[in-house]
């Protein structure tokens, strides 16, 4: 049940537990006490006024909100887990934090096989922000779709969706980083950012986690701030130039490692060469960038395969 639940994912047991509070005007009723107490035992007795406990607890919440100084320290966590929808695979592309997921290719794409993946879990205390990285499916891809969910399961339909925004992408190899923050508020505010890691490619967008896709039950929008529009980087050049260097990616950041650890040999020459003209295919955005993307990812594989 429930109760077992809340204990289990505190890494507690109910043996362990010396008091619990019971708060709020149910928990007056006898047949409330007696399911308590069947758990906890003696620990679940009452001891304190159950109603003015929640008043109590919410000018204490709202102290700590606005900034009051309080002597009680009141620790607030998440009620669900965060996630952004994303296609299964047989590898991870995050950081891999999220150890309960099993096979998680986060490569954003809306195909078949879609599942949740975590940024921020259940019970994490807030205020909090979160970053995970994840990877594109195909090359010069146009966008990712964001899809925010809340819950606990892995199936998106299972989940409560929360909002959704388009991240524009650059043109870029398949394989090439996003970036999805998520950043929870003591207030239930939702903030969603994600960005084309290196081609300076963003979107924000702002939710309340209490209201699905931001609306109320009666009909008023409660999105405090969204920008589905990619907002470029300071960095980032608003006329290309005639030239320009060969953005890094994770083809060329894969190669170049490889390129540091090979002894000196035909090997390393081969290598070299064949990541200098696909970076100069980049730069130029040149017909046979895809050619040059193959051909520099078929060594890689081949020398990874004779390790």
């Not at 965060?82 to 490569?107: A, K």
């Not at 130029?284 to 020398?303: N, Q, S, T, W, Y």
Request: include cysteine; charged fraction near 30%.
């Amino acid at each position: 049940d429930f109760m077992h639940q809340a204990v289990s994912e505190a890494s507690l047991e109910t043996a362990s537990i010396a008091k619990v509070l019971l708060v709020g005007g149910v928990t007056r009723m006898p047949a409330i006490k007696r399911v308590v107490q069947d758990v906890f035992g003696d620990a679940a007795r009452p001891a304190l006024d159950p109603d003015r406990a929640v008043a109590c607890g919410a000018a204490i919440q709202g102290g700590i909100i606005t900034g009051e100084q309080c002597d009680r320290i009141l620790v607030d966590v998440t009620p669900h887990t965060l996630s952004v929808e994303c296609r299964e695979g047989d590898s991870w592309g995050s950081s891999g934090r999220n150890g309960d997921m099993d096979m998680f290719d986060v490569l954003f794409n809306p195909s078949e096989h879609l599942i949740c993946a975590p940024i921020i879990p259940r019970n994490t205390q807030i205020p909090v922000t979160r970053a995970e990285q994840f990877w594109t499916m195909t090359t010069n891809q146009e966008k990712c779709s964001l899809r925010v969910f809340q819950g606990e399961s892995r199936k998106p339909s299972e989940n409560t969706l929360l909002g959704e925004v388009d991240l524009i992408l650059a043109k870029a190899p398949a394989g090439s980083p996003v970036i999805v923050e998520y950043t929870y508020t003591l207030d239930g505010i939702v903030r969603m950012r994600a960005e084309h890691k290196g081609y300076g490619r963003k979107v924000e967008i702002t939710l309340d986690s209490r209201h699905p896709k931001g609306i109320t039950a009666d009909g008023s929008r409660t999105v405090v701030d969204v920008d589905a529009e990619p907002v470029r980087s300071e960095a980032e050049p608003q006329a290309e130039p005639e030239a320009k260097a060969a953005p890094v990616n994770f083809v060329t950041h894969r190669a170049r490692q490889k390129l540091e650890a090979l002894p000196e040999g035909e090997a390393r020459k081969e290598l070299a060469e064949l990541l200098a003209a696909y970076e100069k295919a980049l730069a130029e955005d040149a017909d046979d960038v895809d050619d040059r993307e193959d051909a520099l990812m078929d060594m890689l594989d081949e020398l990874d395969g004779a390790e």
